[in-house]
Each structure stands twice: as C-alpha cells, then as structure tokens.
C-alpha cells in the first residue's frame, strides 16, 4: 500500500477481527496508537482514559485467569451503572442485535438453537480471540457523566489508528464483567474501573468471521428534512 489511508477510508475499511495471524504486534507501536489516540476530544479536556497493553508471557497469565474465572463464576462480576443495562432495551436494539448474530454465527457455522457451540464461541472473547496482544482502557470510578462519550470517542480514534497501521482489532466490553479481577491484575490505577478490552493482532483474513460485513441503518431514517441515503454502501 502505498501511502497512508485516508480518513473515510479507515472508517470504511474498520470492521471487528476475531482471529489472527500466529504472528506477534510491536508493542512500542501499540503503545504510541495509544498516545497518539489521546489527542481524540474529551469534555473539558479531562482525558478520563488510563490505558494498559499486555502481550507475551504476562497476556499468557491474564488468559488462563480468566480460564479459571470463567470456569468459576461466568456469570461475572455485579456491573456498577452505567454498565447495567436499564429495563427492556429499545425493539431496534433487539433487532440490529439479533440480526448482527445472524450474521456473525452464519459465517461460523454455528445454529442459532447451537447453545453449546453459541457458548464455546464467546468464552473466545475471554481469550482476547487468540490475539498476541491486548489493550485494556479504565477511566475513574467517579466522574462528570459525560466521560463514557470521552472513552468512546478516545477507543474509535484508536481503531482507526491501528487500521492505519495495518493492524486488525475487536473493541470487546465483555472483559468489563470481570472488571475488577482484571483491573487488580493489571495493577490499574487506584480509583479507576476497567471499560473495555481491544484485540490487537494480525488480521487472519482466511477466516470466515473476519469476512462479514456488518450492516447499518441510516441514521436519519424518518427524518423529512433528510435527503434519501445514497445507493450502496453509505461508506
Ligand atoms: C463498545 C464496544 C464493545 C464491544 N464489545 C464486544 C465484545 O465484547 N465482543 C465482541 O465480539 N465484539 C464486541 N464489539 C464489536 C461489535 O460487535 C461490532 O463493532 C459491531 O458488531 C459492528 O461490527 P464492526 O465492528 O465489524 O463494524 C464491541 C464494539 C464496541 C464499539
């Protein structure tokens, strides 16, 4: 390639990875994404990020943790708000969701009644996805309310700078159900809880879960004043 990507095309090309290449990620180049991220916006420029990268033989002993976690208590850890979902998500929730499984469990071969295979699949999550390397994200336990926004926006400029890079990633919240004996091993800052992982690794792209392309649905979808959505891929 030659050249770097331009912005609409890293967005474009974006897309979650959940199997990679036996092939290990510089750290040091991780770590600057990182630092390099921090100059996403945050309210008040407060930066409520704290960011921690394991690899090699430390990632090896956070990943048989959490075998044993998982193997104890899947249920997890009880989720301080605002991770708690509130009652009965909206009915486009449950429909992008269900539809985003169809596609996802459809390219690996897994049947939607498969409770088994379904289960197998996302203690995988547990496993960062077989990537050499994981980035966690913490932000203070106490804040202004608006600091979810900051972490999100911080966790795409992200993404979007590995995809520069040439590297594949999976932004996972599901290691915030064990947030607090992940949070302990990695030695996070007192006061601060664990928000998410992200896979980092070498984009295995023989593998059928990394072909899908997820859908999207226009955002301004019943607004009048909005002019129709282009043909294709909006993208
Ligand atoms: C905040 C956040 C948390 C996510 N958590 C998980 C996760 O725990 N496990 C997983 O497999 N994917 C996770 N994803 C990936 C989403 O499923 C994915 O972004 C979505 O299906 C759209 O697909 P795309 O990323 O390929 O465009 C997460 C994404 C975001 C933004």
Do not use: K
């Not at 630092?35 to 945050?42: D, E, G, K």
């Not at 985003?100 to 009644?113: F, H, M, V, W």
């Not at 594949?168 to 302990?184: F, K, N, R, Y």
């Amino acid at each position: 390639m030659s050249g770097r990507l331009s912005v609409s095309d890293a967005v474009a090309r974006r897309r979650s990875v959940r199997a990679f290449q036996d092939r290990p990620v510089d750290r040091t180049v991780v770590e600057a994404i990182m630092r390099r991220a921090a100059r996403a916006p945050s309210g008040g420029n407060v930066q409520p990020w704290a960011v921690r990268v394991v690899d090699g033989s430390r990632l090896a002993g956070l990943l048989a943790m959490m075998r044993r976690l998982r193997a104890e208590a899947p249920e997890g850890e009880p989720l301080d708000p605002p991770f708690q979902p509130t009652a009965g998500p909206p009915p486009e929730f449950v429909r992008r969701r269900m539809r985003n499984g169809e596609i996802l469990y459809g390219a690996l071969g897994i049947d939607r009644s498969d409770t088994a295979a379904r289960a197998a699949w996302n203690e995988e999550n547990f496993q960062f996805f077989g990537a050499p390397l994981g980035v966690f994200i913490l932000t203070p336990r106490v804040g202004n309310g608006w600091q979810w926004l900051d972490v999100g926006i911080y966790l795409q400029t992200a993404l979007l700078l590995f995809e520069e890079a040439g590297l594949g990633t999976c932004p996972q919240a599901d290691w915030a159900i064990h947030g607090e004996s992940v949070a302990a091993f990695l030695g996070a800052p007192a006061g601060y809880r664990l928000i998410c992982g992200i896979a980092v690794g070498h984009t295995d792209a023989s593998r059928p879960e990394n072909r899908i392309r997820t859908e999207r649905d226009d955002p301004f979808a019943d607004d009048p004043d909005a002019a129709p959505p282009p043909r294709g891929d909006p993208a």
